[in-house]
């Protein structure tokens, strides 16, 4: 069965530097999305993607985050400087339809550590 | 008001029990509903989508509100297997989506 992959699965950093956190969405896949939960909380919407452009975002992607997709397979996310509050763990979801009626499949995270 | 609450539990069940529990949501111009399961440290995983008629799958039972605002899920016959954290998650008109806390159930042999 075709699974969203993200690399690394543990990333520490220190606050000010710059992460990129890296997907494989599931190939036939055209949605892409990126959430974070915070030890503890509820997921939280980051950012949707769609036709190689941001379709949504949240209040929560500021400047500080920007998304790519630089070839047909990987989905990035990158945080310019990091901050403590940005320890989370960050997933990656792919989907074959938007998010009003498609299935999502969420990839197993990346954890962030800012230090 | 939070966009989508939930009774966080824990909901304690013996195997074979029925178990329910309900999300609210406070936008009463959503469109789109959906139950995911998150084990703990995991990712979430659709468990289904919640059609207005209601839907099953399964064990499973959805149901949608609208007058009230609310959605809910149920367990028939409750395996081990089921113990996680379900998710509550709603779409928006304004292209939001919000998960609320979850809500924890623990099923005992």
């Known amino acids: 069965e075709p699974e969203v992959t993200q690399t690394p699965s543990h990333q520490v950093t220190q606050m000010g530097q710059e992460v990129i956190l890296r997907c494989v969405p599931i190939s036939n896949h055209l949605y892409f999305y990126w959430y974070r939960q915070i030890l503890g909380q509820k997921v939280e919407f980051l950012v949707s993607?769609?036709?190689?452009?941001?379709?949504?975002k949240s209040e929560i992607f500021d400047d500080q985050f920007s998304v790519e997709r630089p070839d047909g397979s990987n989905f990035t996310l990158k945080i310019r400087s990091t901050k403590l509050e940005d320890s989370a763990m960050y997933f990656c979801?792919?989907?074959?339809?938007?998010?009003?009626?498609?299935?999502?499949?969420f990839g197993p995270g990346t954890r962030l550590t800012v230090t | 008001r939070k966009e989508v609450e939930q009774d966080p539990g824990p909901f304690n069940v013996p195997e074979g029990a029925t178990v329910a529990f309900n999300c609210t949501y406070s936008n009463s111009a959503s469109q789109s509903f959906f139950w995911y399961r998150q084990d703990c440290r995991k990712e979430p995983k659709l468990l289904m989508s919640v059609y207005s008629s209601g839907n099953e799958d399964g064990r499973f039972t959805a149901q949608l509100n609208r007058a009230s605002q609310y959605i809910s899920l149920l367990i028939r016959d409750s395996k081990l297997s089921d113990s996680a954290t379900y998710l509550c998650?709603?779409?928006?008109?304004?292209?939001?989506?919000?998960f609320g806390a979850g809500t924890t159930v623990t099923v005992r042999a």
């Open positions: 998650v709603v779409f928006s008109n304004d292209y939001k989506l919000s």
């Open positions: 979801a792919s989907g074959t339809g938007d998010m009003l009626g498609g299935e999502q499949y």
């Open positions: 993607f769609y036709n190689n452009e941001i379709s949504e």
